[in-house]
């Protein structure tokens, strides 16, 4: 059974930039995880994809909102994904989630992390 | 790239069956047989109900089952139970990698 473990609650302020780690416990993104997506939910807000990354093949691809801000990678050798958010603003305040799935699943997530909130302030 | 159309709400008695609609495009719901739904409890890890437009996980009852026509999927709930009272969205591939999500929608058992 995978798990994932998102790094704790951020404040950062206006401007600046945010990094939140997502680990695959239950073992590495080769064995367990296809595809690693970022989602986030602002305040009285719905889910929203931000990117994705194909862990074994480091491929990211963002939506088109986020193109220009963030940044998705992958750690295989310690079944890491890292979302690196830049130029952060009052609307960026949301509750990030990673997600995993496989490709027998089309695109679906399977497992999701625990959510990492972001509070941006000026 | 704008948010797959949901209701903001919709709302059945017990027992009773509800249907959420979710309407994209030719460049995401219409163009690939790749739509998910997520029932997301407030505070919680959403939870994949459905892939591959109807396809159900092990462990999601058969209660829930989904469809697609066109640019529109669909999400039915039979037999409905308190516990489904949650927030449904709906996801689509939409080409060169990406996904999009639908603005959500609230349920309610009443």
């Known amino acids: 059974q995978v798990q994932l473990v998102q790094s704790g609650a951020e404040v950062k302020k206006s401007g600046s930039s945010v990094k939140v780690s997502c680990k695959a416990s239950?073992?590495?993104?080769?064995?367990?995880?296809?595809?690693i997506g970022w989602m986030r939910q602002a305040p009285g807000q719905g889910l929203e994809w931000m990117g994705g990354?194909?862990?074994?093949?480091?491929?990211?691809t963002y939506a088109q909102k986020f193109q220009d801000r963030v940044r998705i990678t992958a750690d295989e050798s310690t079944g890491t994904t890292y979302m690196e958010l830049s130029g952060l603003r009052s609307e960026d305040t949301a509750v990030y989630f990673c997600?995993?799935?496989?490709?027998?699943?089309?695109?679906?997530?399977?497992?999701w992390g625990q959510g990492t909130l972001v509070t941006v302030s000026s | 790239q704008s948010a797959l159309t949901q209701p903001r709400s919709v709302s059945g008695s017990p027992g009773q069956s509800v249907t959420i609609s979710c309407t994209g495009t030719?460049?995401?719901?219409?163009?690939?047989?790749?739509v998910s739904w997520y029932q997301h409890h407030p505070g919680k890890a959403p939870k994949l109900m459905i892939y591959?437009?109807?396809r159900r996980p092990s462990g999601v009852p058969d209660r829930f089952s989904a469809s697609k026509s066109g640019n529109t999927a669909s999400l039915t709930i039979s037999g409905l139970q308190a516990e489904d009272e949650s927030d449904y969205y709906c996801?689509?591939?939409?080409?060169?990698?990406?996904?999009?999500f639908g603005g959500g929608t609230k349920l309610t058992v009443l």
């Open positions: 997600a995993g799935g496989l490709d027998s699943r089309g695109w679906g997530y399977d497992w």
């Open positions: 239950g073992g590495t993104f080769s064995n367990n995880i296809d595809m």
């Open positions: 990354v194909i862990p074994v093949y480091g491929i990211a």
């Open positions: 030719s460049s995401d719901v219409g163009g690939y047989n790749y």
């Open positions: 591959d437009v109807t």
């Open positions: 996801c689509s591939y939409a080409g060169s990698y990406t996904l999009l």
